[in-house]
Structure formats: C-alpha cells, structure tokens
C-alpha cells in the first residue's frame, strides 16, 4: 500500500524560518528593506567600495551558508541550502541518482543529500512541490566573487536570466 | 546554410511508436584505445547489425568515474554497421563550451541519439583523482541540446554573435532513478523528472533496478502527471561480482539486497555459475516490463554477448504471456522503502 505524503511532516526550523523571514523583507519588492538596500546597491556599484561590501556579503553567507561567492545567489528556491558548497556535484536543479538512504553518493555516512535536506525543510511549510518548476540557468561565471546582493538588484544573474528561460 | 542530412533514424521511429517495443543494449567501453573488449563490443554490434532485433547500441562514457574512451568513437563505427549508437553524454567531465563542441561533432558525425546524465562522480585517474566539473547539470544540458533542434541562437554580445546557427535533429534522452528508499529521495528524482522533461528530453530510461512494484510506480506516476514521453525499462544482468558491488552499495545510485545476493550467491555453485538463470531473470523481466505498459528495454550486464542477448529476447516472448505471474518472483525491494502510489 501507498505511503501518505501528509504524514511525517517535518518540524520547522528556526533558522530557516528566520532566513524566510530576512530574505522576504530584504529582496521582494514588497519588503520593509528592500528600498533602501537597493538604493544602496545601486550607489555603490561600479564604485571602489563595492569590493569591500562584496567582503561583508562573503563573510555573513560563509559563516551562515558555507558560501562560495558565486556572486548568483539561489539559497531562496534551495530552502537556504547552498549546492555550490554543499552538493558534491554543485547541482541547481535536484538531485542526482547516486543518493544511497538519503546520504550523498561521495560522502555516505557524512553528508546528506542537499536535496534531501531542502525537500525536508520545504515540506515543513508544504512547498516542497516549488522543486519542480523552476528551472535554474547555469551558473554565470562572470559574476563570481561579485556581490550576489548587488547583482540581483542591477537586474543582473539568474533572476534576470529567469525571463530567459 | 549547410543544413543537417535527417537519415532515418531508427531508434527513434521505433520508440515513438507506439506498436513496437524498442530494444537497446549498453556497451562499456573500457580504458585503452584498442584493447580485446572494444574489439569485442564491435563483434557485437556487427551481429545486432545482421540480425536488426536491436534498435540502438548505447554507449556509456566514462561509466563509473574511470576514464574509457570516448563513447563517441565506438558511436561512429557502430554507425557504420548499420545500428544506431545511443551515445551517452554526461556533465561530469566537461564544461558547457566543451559540451557544446561535443554536440557539434555528434551533429557532424550524424550521431544524434543522446542519452544526457550528470554522470557518476569522477574518481581514480591519472595520478591521483580527477576534478569534477559539473559545470552544466542534466536539465541545463538537456536544455542546450533541445535549443540546438531549433537552431541555436548565439547571443549577440558574444563572438560571431547575433547568427542562428543550423539545426541538428538530436533526440534525447534522460534516467530516472525510481528505486529510492525514502520519500525525500523518490519525491525529488520524481521533481526532477519534471524539470527534465520541460526542459525537452525526449524519452526516459530508468535506474538499474530489482524491484516490479517500483517499475510500476514510476511508469503510473508518469501517466498520471502528463509526463508524455515514451520510458525505457533497465534491465540489467549483473555477474556475481558486480551484484556484490552493487550489494555493498559501491556502485551509485544500484541497490541489491540481502535476498538477492543470498540468491547469486546460492546459485554461483551451479556448474554454469548461475549464468542461465540470471539470464532467464532478466528475460522475465523484459516480460514483465512489457506487461506493464513500457515502450521499450534497455539491457545491460557484464560479460554478456550478443548470443545471450538473443537468448534473453527470444525467452521474453515466451514468458510474455503470463507476465504477471513472474512479478512475484520478481520482487526484491529495499527494506521500509517509501511508496508514492
């Protein structure tokens, strides 16, 4: 007999709850902070102290996310996990084939699969299904070790490139 | 404009339709440029070649992580005998320039059956272990390969740019891998499966597996979400030695359990080492396959030939009729597995 996919629902984490929370209000046009941060973006882009905000970007993702600095941030539609560090194959689009119980195909016993995390926190507020439509677009290279935060509000990486596709 | 020749290709005329039943086999290349097994692969196509009863030869790249050569040599003289190759293209290896080169050379060489796949993760190469690229992933690739059909549109800032390039009749392919144990795991290859089809894959071929039920799963789930591509069913006959890889998990993404290792094991005492008996299993699954609704099988193994193939085939049809009865038989799943339908 069929398993019920409504059971086992997992609890909800703190800290992905508070990441939702952040981004909602930093990065959708309707949140209280996105005005000023993409003001903000905006002066400081093309300028020589974009590096140094690029920096900051780096250090609060890398302590929270173990972020590469991809500068095409997609921790939003990966449930705040990051495949760039954290899929051995650095996948965008689900997992491969080679996950054995929920553990990675490279590191079994040590590492889950990041796309058997992100299902698991996505379905603690019912939208695992989000995993199915979106397509993301390849990782643009030019923008690495750019600001992701400045790159999304000049339009550019794969929200831009969504409309594309 | 040079366009494209469009040869018949015969693959794909059978699996879109929907009165025959599509065989493909899988040929390994090893590692080496001329050795005695590629020689053998080639002995191979030459009979599937004579006897037509298989549609396409795929040709794996790289299996397992090791270097092999290239998939797309052995493409070119199996095409010359007359068979269509199914030449495996995986992101594991390359970049998505060097894709889009490999892509080119297969339209050029009038190779156009691809199956696309991440690919296992490199391992064991030349001094030491090779670094994994995976720059593109499948759904990217299966992407770029779909936009090629149409033409491919170089972007305007780049090179060359603002020219469509000519179209190149690719038909691709992708793999599902349905025997998951938990939810998590079946619910994103099933999501996935999505993204690979919208994103133009043409036909789906499964994950090496020993479970009916799970057969059955994934070719309903399909159905019922308008996943409206034809599904290939693997069937793979493993030696004892690799069904022991694949039971102590070292090869990804293949499960065989305790039940039937027990049963290799048992029957490797058999003077022929059980080897009739695995190939009646795999014929039996063939049956069941078809039973099930499956637009067509793709047959591995090791250390087969081509007269096994021809032995598995001719036994599917006599098992055929009673196809359900061979599921029970055919019935080794992983232990508390999760089941969507």
């Not at chain 1, 491969?96 to 796309?115: F, L, N, Q």
């Not at chain 2, 036994?315 to 038989?329: H, L, V």
Request: include cysteine; hydrophobic fraction near 35%; aromatic fraction near 12%.
């Amino acid at each position: 007999m069929a398993v019920n996919r409504n059971k086992n629902v997992p609890r909800k984490s703190g800290f992905y709850c508070f990441n939702r929370w952040l981004h909602k209000n930093a990065f959708d046009k309707k949140g209280c902070l996105y005005p000023p941060l993409k003001t903000l973006c905006r002066i400081i882009s093309g300028r020589s102290i974009e590096k140094l905000f690029a920096e900051t970007e780096y250090f609060i993702k890398f302590s929270c996310f173990d972020c590469r600095m991809c500068g095409d941030c997609i921790l939003s539609e990966t449930a705040f996990l990051c495949p760039q560090s954290q899929c051995a194959k650095y996948l965008l689009n689900g997992p491969c084939g080679g996950s054995i119980d929920g553990w990675c195909e490279v590191y079994p016993g040590v590492k889950r699969c990041v796309y058997v995390r992100a299902y698991e926190r996505l379905k603690s507020f019912n939208e695992e299904e989000s995993l199915k439509y979106n397509i993301i677009p390849p990782r643009d290279w030019y923008l690495n070790r750019k600001s992701s935060w400045i790159n999304y509000f000049m339009g550019k990486g794969h929200e831009a490139l969504k409309k594309y596709l | 404009m040079n366009s494209h020749n469009v040869r018949n290709n015969i693959f794909k005329e059978s699996l879109l339709n929907k009165d025959s039943f599509t065989v493909t086999c899988e040929l390994v290349p090893g590692r080496g440029s001329r050795s005695k097994a590629q020689d053998r692969l080639l002995e191979f196509a030459e009979k599937a070649a004579l006897k037509g009863n298989i549609q396409a030869l795929s040709i794996t790249e790289s299996a397992g992580g090791h270097p092999a050569l290239s998939p797309e040599v052995l493409g070119k003289d199996i095409l010359k005998l007359g068979v269509d190759p199914l030449v495996h293209l995986t992101c594991k290896d390359r970049n998505r320039n060097q894709l889009e080169s490999r892509l080119f050379a297969h339209g050029r060489e009038e190779m156009y059956n691809l199956l696309i796949m991440g690919g296992d993760y490199p391992r064991y190469g030349f001094k030491g272990y090779a670094k994994p690229v995976f720059d593109l992933d499948t759904v990217q690739l299966i992407r770029m390969a779909d936009e090629m059909i149409r033409g491919f549109e170089v972007a305007k800032h780049a090179p060359g740019g603002g020219t469509t390039l000519p179209p190149i009749p690719f038909f691709k392919g992708c793999v599902i891998s349905p025997f998951k144990k938990l939810e998590s795991e079946l619910m994103t290859q099933l999501f996935k499966l999505h993204k690979k089809i919208a994103a133009g894959a043409d036909f789906v071929i499964t994950q090496v597996g020993f479970d009916a039920r799970k057969f059955d799963e994934i070719i309903r789930y399909m159905r019922q979400n308008g996943l409206d591509v034809p599904i290939l069913g693997n069937v793979y006959i493993p030696s004892k030695a690799i069904a022991s890889l694949m039971h102590q998990g070292a090869v990804p993404g293949c499960v065989v359990t305790d039940k039937l290792m027990s049963l290799y094991e048992e029957e490797s005492f058999l003077p022929d080492a059980g080897k009739k008996n695995r190939l009646i299993r795999g014929a039996r699954l063939i049956a069941i396959l078809k039973g099930l609704g499956y637009d067509g099988v793709h047959i591995g193994g090791s250390q087969l030939n081509y007269e096994d193939i021809e032995f598995v085939l001719e036994k599917s049809n006599g098992f055929y009729p009673d196809w359900q009865r061979w599921t029970k038989e055919f019935s080794f799943p992983q232990k508390k597995r999760f089941l969507l339908l």
